[in-house]
């Protein structure tokens, strides 16, 4: 059953690092946009960093709680 929560947690981990990659492409469009004066890119830059944050956090959060839950209830 270990095996199982180092697994669900291993999913968190990988959340997490696609969020930070998602935030990280939006840090660079951002970057981009303010470089050569684009709106669309500084927008969509920006929104980026949200949403990558934000999925990042999220599935880190759930799968590291359902991780915890589970270890909890093997004990």
């Known amino acids: 059953m270990n095996q199982i929560v180092d697994f669900i947690n291993k999913i ?4 997490g690092v696609i969020g930070l990659g998602w935030a ?3 840090a660079w ?4 946009g ?5 709106e669309d890119k500084r927008d969509k830059g920006v929104q980026s960093i949200i949403l990558g944050a934000l999925l990042g956090a999220t599935l880190k959060g759930l799968f ?10 093997v004990g």
């Open 64 to 73: 590291s709680a359902l991780a915890s839950g589970l270890q909890s209830i």
């Open 24 to 26: 990280a492409w939006g």
């Open 29 to 32: 469009d951002l970057a981009i």
């Open 12 to 15: 968190g981990d990988i959340g």
């Open 34 to 38: 303010i470089r050569r004066e684009l």
